[in-house]
């Protein structure tokens, strides 16, 4: 039987505890919610955040597949699972969670991107083009997408176009050395190598007064 009394006090000290930094805490008090009630979907989705900023990736994919099988169409749970799984390099394995977040919703960024980036990471440059632009159809001022798009693009040996995101990135943040990194290579690719030391120059030495923000 549910103790819903009980769950909500536990889950109370749970959220208390994370807020504080007391992550640890926060887990004992989560287990103690799911005690009361194995169904809490919520308790195991926080379970799985906290477990993934504790760097404790595959007790974070258990607590997020445990609150997958009580909800499977939780289009941010997937998301999580397959970010997950995409920073401890199982990007074949993320794929298959993001592409159930995208048929449930083909628009949502955060599972678009993901994927890109996977997809990236595996060299299926063309697919990540594909997620990329569609991702900057709804959101055209990504610059990471858009960074992201330019290494693809670099990949496949389209150097204009490559070139051109690149550009569309600084616009949007002129001191950005990752993007400024990213585009030297392209121009060393392209025999530019002059615009490319004046890239990574750019790097070194930045503009006085502003920061660099990767």
């Keep these: 039987m549910v103790n819903r009394m009980e769950e909500k006090d536990w889950i ?25 009630n194995p169904r809490n979907r919520s308790a195991m989705e926080e379970m799985g955040d906290i477990y993934y ?18 909800d499977p169409h939780n289009l941010l749970v997937l998301y999580k699972k397959g970010y997950t799984l995409r920073k401890i390099h199982r990007c074949e394995e993320a794929l298959k969670s993001l592409d159930v977040a995208l048929s449930l919703n083909p628009d949502f960024l955060y599972a678009l991107n993901d994927k890109g980036y996977c997809l990236n990471e595996l060299g299926r440059y063309s697919e990540a083009i594909t997620c990329f632009d ?14 992201s798009k330019g290494i693809a693009l670099r990949e496949i040996g ?3 176009e490559s070139l051109e995101c690149f550009d569309r990135a600084l616009e949007l943040n002129a001191v ?9 290579l392209t ?3 392209m025999g530019r190598i002059k615009e490319a030391d004046e890239c990574i120059a750019r790097i070194n030495f930045p503009i006085p007064g502003k920061g660099i923000h990767k």
């Design 12 to 36: 109370e000290k749970a959220q208390r505890a994370k807020n504080m930094g007391k992550l640890e805490e926060a887990l004992a008090a989560y287990r103690e919610a799911l005690a009361c």
């Design 53 to 70: 900023e504790l760097g404790r990736h595959a007790e974070a994919l258990s607590m997020y597949d445990a609150a997958l099988a009580e």
């Design 134 to 147: 569609h991702s900057l159809s709804i959101s055209p001022r990504n610059i990471r997408v858009l960074a």
């Design 158 to 160: 389209r150097l204009e």
């Design 176 to 184: 950005n050395a990752f993007v400024y990194y990213q585009k030297s």
């Design 187 to 189: 121009l060393r690719a």
